[in-house]
């Protein structure tokens, strides 16, 4: 593409982002495609000639724009809600111009060595110790297969080179972690062959913290059975409800009988950096990983998952292997030789951006006030006797129901409401089950969110039950 | 960011990445930058305050160019050569902001149809059969991770459930592939809990493909002990030097023995578009699995691999597993389902943009020009008693050695001037190890190559055996 022509046709992609932005609020939150529409809309095969790009930004308009949920929308509650920051949205696209596969030293100073500096500014502002030392992964679910991987890396078993398989040497190796552990943790622990079984989901208590007492009870119960504990996954902000699991007491277990411990922080370490939030992750630098991820509440686009780990070496151990091709002579950290993947996108830059666009105070300030909104919203539920809060609210998910007198089926209810929330695109909020009984989730993490959409959701909540009581 | 901020600054990195592109020539290919230099140049800790976005700008060109090893340059020739496209710079752009997580259908209906629609369409211009659904994960080495976590699950050991460890029922399992197949197998076999002792690696023959009698005798040998093929792994393309393994024989041996077959064409796959190359991948359709890799040679930024399988069905299998909060009713592809990642990034948006922009046409155009040229300098290589050929070339990618008379250590001459060469800045090379012979590899397969770039290879070659003819 001659460079007038890129210039012409990214300039008109910036405005396009920028009025994107400004607009996100005359867009339905979730995409009112059904399934296929976009399918059906587009050619059965790649086009054999060129075509021309403002053809395909009239695309992008006319069919992709309608075919996407709105991540960005500051009414979209559901899941964890997120958002891309402007600054961040700058930095990817600098990093795809660059275009650096960060392997080797060599082929991205650029990328390994701000990639260190950027996760030790985090480190900092999060008050874990020095002696963590951070990685950037895409996504959480990578960054806990590698803590994983490292745990049992750590019990020298020989399991890297001998494998599992055609032994009969191996005791059945033990995973625990509370009911409301992230699936991510299932899926690695599948993924590293270690099997379902040996997963083992402790109760949680009334606060949906994961009950130490069971936990201590469990290994002590499978070492005398001759299995051998792995690793324990507490979760500080857990999925379902941000519920924090007490790290301290869990560490005192993993210390006492040497076993790994994991920390997912995946949703709320971003909100570490707020001073009065510190209580809430006592216990952490005692553990050997912990996850955090920026895309998630620090307004960093899609994907940048951060992998603190103690143990530098022994994750080195874990996934070291070099080519022939890629040997090289310079003692430089390599970063291929710390995961499953070869080659990693320039991830840090974006990440630098946002902190320095917005500052450490910037962020702070923000997410304070998401943790304010939600705690907010929560106070209009407690004093509405048609609704009820189902879990505590540390950071800035909101956990409820609907229960107004005299309806019988209430999760019936509630998913209707929600379902109908949803549909409508005005807001979008999720659900889980606590106890059997299901739960609107509300989550606050959008860099655009005001009080205003929060009262919005409030008054269509109202409205709905409004309507019940006219049945 | 204010809008007009935004635009402001996304029309100066916009500008920024035309002028980076138009004058790409001009800057030393493999960064001068010393180990630690950019590292020394950054401050210690996060700025409280946010900044001026303008003096980020000025950061990444005073601090951050300087750090960038160029991958966009056209005489980097080391590894695998590859360049983001402006149109697939402007794809990552918007994915970016659009900040889609694609986990459920409803999360992201742009991503999750587009990503369908976009790898159908690159399987009909690499010429698979219907039968091929396409998913598209971040690398080389998180497609083949899954594809042989399938392979797993295919055995129906139970595995998933009941893992591999504290059982005495497993045979050890055993992976076959080539000794040149690429580190990525070593590392997922490493990570799916096999060990580096279930990988057999067949001797090549002196093409430096499998030696299929030899990949014939080993699973022979194996059953005969008691151990369990899991799978081979064949490769089109290898990285030491594009050998082409005979997949229709590696095949015939799969299909006798129920062994699930992967394919690797990671480098080459992009090639397959061109008519007069298809022959190099006879037998693929009949593997279970194929990885290729867009953001090698098909003008996509990193990152972007598409795994191709023929049952969905076990892959979905493999690795499903649904939350509560992720229940919905929509009888739709999830993605999330088909994966060790929960989110994936909207990536198809920029292989969209590259396929509309250059068409199938202007795509086989371009990689059949590298392959030309990588032959043309072949021919110089061959014409030139001072060096000689060490791999045939059916891509683009030339394995050669200096090899003028009287020169005892050919070894240490061809890194001596490979190391000169890269050092200098004029030009990436790097090497393998073929035989014991210190191999130089030149790879082209840049948008902006031309034969004028590998002249100045040639010269800068030549030059160097000039001077070591006047020691």
């Known amino acids: 593409m001659p460079r007038d022509e890129f210039r012409q046709f990214g300039h008109e992609i910036v405005d396009f982002i920028a009025d994107y932005f400004e607009n996100i609020e005359s867009f339905p939150v979730l995409s009112q495609n059904k399934p296929g529409d976009l399918t059906a809309a587009l050619p059965k095969s790649a086009p054999l000639a060129g075509e021309d790009f403002g053809n395909v930004i009239k695309d992008v308009n006319n069919l992709i724009l309608p075919a996407v949920t709105h991540w960005n929308h500051p009414n979209f509650h559901g899941l964890f809600s997120t958002s891309a920051s402007s600054p961040g949205v700058l930095g990817e696209m600098l990093s795809a111009a660059f275009d650096m596969k960060a392997m080797l030293w060599r082929t991205s100073p650029a990328s390994t060595e701000l990639e260190s500096v950027v996760v030790d500014w985090l ?142 922080a995946a949703y709320s370490g971003s909100a570490a950096i707020v001073p009065e939030f510190q209580s809430y992750f006592k216990g952490w630098e005692r553990a050997d990983s912990i996850v955090m991820n920026p895309h998630k509440w620090l307004f960093t686009p899609f994907d940048l998952s951060v992998l603190y780990v103690k143990d530098l070496d022994l994750l080195k151990q874990t996934f070291s292997l070099v080519a022939e091709y890629l040997k090289v002579t310079e003692t430089v950290m390599n970063q291929m030789d710390y995961g499953i993947q070869l080659g990693r996108r320039f991830r840090s830059l974006k990440l630098w951006f946002v902190m320095r666009y917005f500052g450490q105070e910037g962020l702070i300030a923000r997410i304070r006030e998401h943790c304010r909104l939600a705690r907010l919203f929560a106070n209009w539920i407690d004093a509405d006797p048609d609704f009820e809060m189902m879990a505590p609210v540390p950071f800035a998910l909101v956990c409820f129901r609907a229960c107004p007198s005299g309806v019988e089926d209430l999760n019936a209810l509630n998913e209707r409401i929600m379902n109908e929330i949803n549909a409508s695109g005005e807001a979008y909020l999720s659900h889980t089950m606590l106890n059997g009984k299901f739960t609107l989730r509300l989550s606050v993490g959008n860099i655009r969110v005001e009080e205003r959409h929060l009262q919005k959701v409030w008054k269509i909540l109202k409205s709905k039950i409004g309507a019940v009581g006219e049945h």
């Open 123 to 264: 480190r900092q502002m999060v008050g874990l110790p020095v002696e963590f030392r951070g990685l950037i992964y895409d996504t959480a679910s990578i960054s806990t297969l590698h803590a994983l991987a490292m745990a049992r890396e750590r019990l020298n078993l020989g399991i890297r080179d001998k494998g599992m398989s055609g032994r009969t040497d191996l005791p059945l190796l033990r995973i625990y972690c509370s009911e409301h552990t992230h699936s991510s943790i299932d899926k690695a622990v599948i993924l590293l062959g270690f099997g379902a079984r040996s997963i083992v989901k402790i109760p949680s208590n009334d606060r949906f913290e994961i009950d130490v007492e069971k936990l201590r009870e469990a290994i002590a119960d499978d070492k005398a059975a001759g299995h051998l504990p792995l690793c324990v996954v507490a979760t500080i902000g857990t999925t379902a409800t941000t519920s924090i699991d007490n790290v301290n007491r869990v560490a005192d277990i993993c210390e006492r009988n040497g076993i790994f411990l994991h920390v997912d």
